[in-house]
């Protein structure tokens, strides 16, 4: 699970099973084949280039 929301007074943190890694450029959502690159890259090549290495990642289920 991953923290989504710390604890409020007596209640206790906020979780969630759709985990997301946040990077620099990119979040990567692993149980969701999804991903984001930043609008900070603008440059259509890199994001192109950044778009071919997330595809070739291989998650491994679980």
Do not use: H
């Amino acid at each position: 699970v991953q923290v989504t929301k710390g604890p409020i007074g007596n209640k206790g943190p906020r979780v969630t099973t759709n985990i997301s890694l946040a990077g620099r450029l990119l979040v990567l959502m692993p149980q969701n084949d999804q991903f984001g690159i930043s609008r900070k890259v603008e440059d259509p090549k890199e994001r192109a280039r950044l778009r071919k290495i997330v595809e070739k990642v291989n998650v491994p289920e679980g």
